[in-house]
């Protein structure tokens, strides 16, 4: 039977200075608190680190492997005590979600998606094991959400870092605490930063039909190019989504650009995205498509943010709480019942991408490869 240990977080553990709570084999466990009292745990391997806040959405707040800042450009150098979500935007990876997620409409009370991001955790850990991958530590934590008349659910979020691995496995379990049944919106926001000339390859085939790129610009939309330009810009690359596979830093992804994907997965489920950098490394996602049927796309490059959402995996669209139900796309989670979401990020080495390229090409052309294909 495989063995570990776990620390129970006290908020007291945490103090400006930083110090180690535990060492496991080739990783190391500190904590902290930021200028603006956040708390913080930061986990390094031989790769690199992560930064993650305990009580506030158990958000990674930074990544950073090879000597590599994975973590978008945004105006936060430290996350901010609120649970508004761009009063302190700038994390690697969010949850959003559970009771609404996307942007809300005229007529929807959640906040931009959802409770989760910023959501004040009341239990956090951290523990140490070893399995047949080696050794490894587990950040989570649990966070009951009760409204009443609404929902109540136990979210249980945890991010896995191995002691030899650039790649991270990050799971979200939501537990309906109700005895009827719930509403669930989920979406993993992880914010990647663009590499000028960058080359997207992704496990989707590369159509209109298949990458929607939207269109839709509210009038109120603010931007630094003209707004005629940015729409003709959208348009183009509604004919043909493959203009956005090179990341051309004079393109006009200001504010923003999304699109939904329709992905393929592999023999065991996995669906792979990858932002390959010029000198042969790629940013990574992998997420299962039976569990998050929706996908996002989000590329916002602006002199304050400068942001890749490689994939944004869902399990719903971004259209708010109201106009996805309209739409018949919120799933119900029965009484009692846990719903789980799994996905692996990180970065991968050249040797690695060129595994992944090719397992990629294969998907794309009808041949269902797996693990024992890498």
Request: hydrophobic share 40%; net charge negative.
């Amino acid at each position: 039977m495989k063995k570990h240990t776990t620390v129970c977080l006290q908020n007291h553990f945490f103090a400006e200075k930083e110090r180690v709570l535990v060492t496991h084999g080739g990783l190391r466990v500190s904590v902290f608190r930021y200028d603006t009292s956040v708390a913080a745990i930061k986990v390094s391997n031989q790769k690199g680190e992560i930064i993650l806040l305990p009580y506030q959405g158990q958000q990674i707040w930074r990544c950073r492997f090879f000597d590599r800042e994975l973590t978008m450009k945004s105006m936060f150098e430290a996350p901010e005590p609120t649970q508004e979500y761009l009063r302190t935007y700038g994390g690697f990876f969010l949850h959003c979600g559970v009771s609404g997620m996307g942007v809300p409409s005229k007529g929807d009370a959640h906040p931009l998606h959802g409770e989760l991001p910023n959501a004040p955790y009341q239990q956090a850990f951290v523990s140490c094991g070893e399995d047949e991958r080696g050794a490894y530590v587990v950040v989570g934590g649990q966070y009951e959400h009760k409204v009443a008349f609404n929902h109540r659910y136990l979210a249980e979020p945890a991010v896995k870092m191995y002691e030899d691995s650039a790649m991270l496995d990050v799971s979200m379990a939501i537990t309906n605490l109700l005895k009827t049944e719930m509403d669930v919106m989920y979406l993993a926001h992880i914010n990647f930063r663009p590499v000028d000339h960058a080359e997207l390859v992704y496990t989707a085939d590369y159509d209109a039909e298949h990458v929607r790129v939207s269109v839709n610009v509210p009038e109120h939309i603010k931007t630094s190019v003209p707004i005629e330009r940015f729409k003709e810009f959208l348009h183009a690359l509604q004919k043909d989504p493959a203009l956005h596979h090179r990341l051309d830093p004079d393109a006009l992804y200001d504010p923003e650009v999304v699109m939904a994907i329709q992905y393929k997965a592999d023999a065991d489920g996995m669906a792979h995205s990858m932002q390959v950098h010029p000198d042969g490394c790629a940013d990574y996602v992998g997420h299962r498509p039976s569990q998050l049927d929706q996908a996002l796309r989000w590329i916002a490059r602006t002199p304050d943010q400068d942001a890749l959402g490689l994939v944004l995996p869902a399990n719903t669209g971004n259209g708010g709480f109201l106009a996805e139900k309209a739409a018949g796309n919120i799933q119900k989670l029965a009484a009692g019942k846990t719903a789980r979401f799994d996905l692996r990020v990180g970065l991968l080495s050249p040797e690695e991408v060129k595994r992944m390229n090719g397992k990629i090409k294969a998907i794309k052309h009808g041949k269902r490869t797996g693990d024992a294909d890498r």
